[in-house]
T-cell receptor, first 114, second 113 residues
Framework: EAGVVQSPRYKIIEKKQPVAFWCNPISGHNTLYWYRQNLGQGPELLIRYENEEAVDDSQLPKDRFSAERLKGVDSTLKIQPAELGDSAVYLC????????????FGPGTRLTVT | DAKTTQPTSMDCAEGRAANLPCNHSTISGNEYVYWYRQIHSQGPQYIIHGLKNNETNEMASLIITEDRKSSTLILPHATLRDTAVYYCIVRALSNFGNEKLTFGTGTRLTIIP
């Protein structure tokens, strides 16, 4: 069974440029998460989806970050415009439901903003 | 804020048991103890979880003290592939589902050949 797929794996952009990350969760998983991981820290939740509905986006910086999961399957996280402080690894995870005890993580996208 | 305290780093000899401690003195009755690990350049991976009884699976054992204020993750025969950052997380399960995973900084475990 394929795991969580993310692309690109690496992205280097200049500040003020837009960037987008894509995630395809495990087939059949209704719950999708986006996390941000700064260097030396644990991942921090940005947003959680139940199917196509964003049910927890309290940690998403809404002035520059946006996310969508239009058909309740794959998802896109966008930053516009990017700032130097956005350099981090962006992780996508999925689980079969919010009641599931296990989240499956993708390998992440390492973003460098110069 | 993370609700757990873990040592920053630990070493363990290959083939020996690795014992990773975690303090969670403010844990509530409906909160489970979860362990995830993150190997370099990969996403976190679920290891095990428990409420109050000791748990064992193919990867590890979880020992939770009777007062539930601390726990120990045991990797019985550590290999070089177990080198990773290990996160201890407390997480509630309510009628609305699981609360979010709140990661701390974890323990960096290095397995020594």
């Amino acid at each position: 069974e394929a795991g969580v797929v993310q692309s690109p794996r690496y992205k280097i952009i200049e500040k003020k440029q837009p960037v987008a990350f894509w995630c395809n969760p495990i087939s059949g998983h209704n719950t999708l998460y986006w996390y941000r991981q700064n260097l030396g820290q644990g991942p921090e939740l940005l947003i959680r989806y139940e199917n196509e509905e964003a049910v927890d986006d309290s940690q998403l910086p809404k002035d520059r970050f946006s996310a969508e999961r239009l058909k309740g399957v794959d998802s896109t996280l966008k930053i516009q415009p990017a700032e130097l402080g956005d350099s981090a690894v962006y992780l996508c995870a999925s689980s079969s439901s919010v009641l599931s005890y296990e989240q499956y993580f993708g390998p992440g996208t390492r973003l460098t903003v110069t | 804020d993370a609700k757990t305290t873990q040592p920053t780093s630990m070493d363990c000899a290959e083939g020996r048991a690795a014992n990773l401690p975690c303090n969670h003195s403010t844990i509530s009755g409906n909160e489970y103890v979860y362990w995830y690990r993150q190997i370099h350049s990969q996403g976190p991976q679920y290891i095990i979880h428990g409420l109050k009884n000791n748990e064992t699976n193919e990867m590890a054992s979880l020992i939770i003290t009777e007062d539930r204020k601390s726990s120990t993750l045991i990797l019985p025969h550590a290999t070089l592939r177990d080198t990773a950052v290990y996160y201890c997380i407390v997480r509630a399960l309510s009628n609305f589902g699981n609360e979010k995973l709140t990661f701390g900084t974890g323990t960096r475990l290095t397995i020594i050949p």
